[in-house]
């Protein structure tokens, strides 16, 4: 079992930065890929941006890719998504995921634990 928890969600203005962190505990953190996902109202989850094991591949969205940036510390257990140049169409809540396998990162059906989600709202 691993347990996940968001946190750096909140508001800001279009062109801002937020930061979001993902705790990990429970089983070895470093045997797991980790992905971040989101879901807008009216829509289905979708990917954002996902991380291998050891953090030596990274994987993004194409509507995220040069904007944001996932890393991991396997040392904290911790992953981080780090997202500039916010656009109001990134509103949306915010899920941390770890995947034991590895073999679909962006699948939403291929992740095993999900955290709660944090709420990142971007005004125009």
């Known amino acids: 079992q691993v347990q996940l928890v968001e946190s750096g969600g909140g508001l800001v203005q279009a062109g801002g930065s937020l930061r979001l962190s993902c705790a990990a505990s429970?089983?070895?953190?470093?045997?797991?890929?980790m992905g971040w996902f989101r879901q807008a109202p009216g829509k289905e989850r979708e990917f954002v941006a996902a991380?291998?094991?050891?953090?030596?591949?990274?994987y993004y969205a194409d509507s995220v890719k040069g904007r944001f940036t996932i890393s991991r510390d396997n040392a904290k257990n911790t992953v981080l998504l780090q997202m500039n140049s916010l656009k109001p169409e990134d509103t949306a809540v915010y899920y941390c995921?770890?995947?034991?396998?590895?073999?679909?990162?962006?699948?939403?059906?291929?992740?095993?634990?999900w955290g709660q989600g944090t709420q990142v709202t971007v005004s125009s």
């Open positions: 995921a770890a995947d034991r396998l590895g073999l679909g990162l962006t699948l939403t059906d291929e992740y095993d634990y």
């Open positions: 429970g089983r070895t953190f470093s045997n797991y890929a």
């Open positions: 991380i291998t094991w050891s953090g030596g591949n990274a």
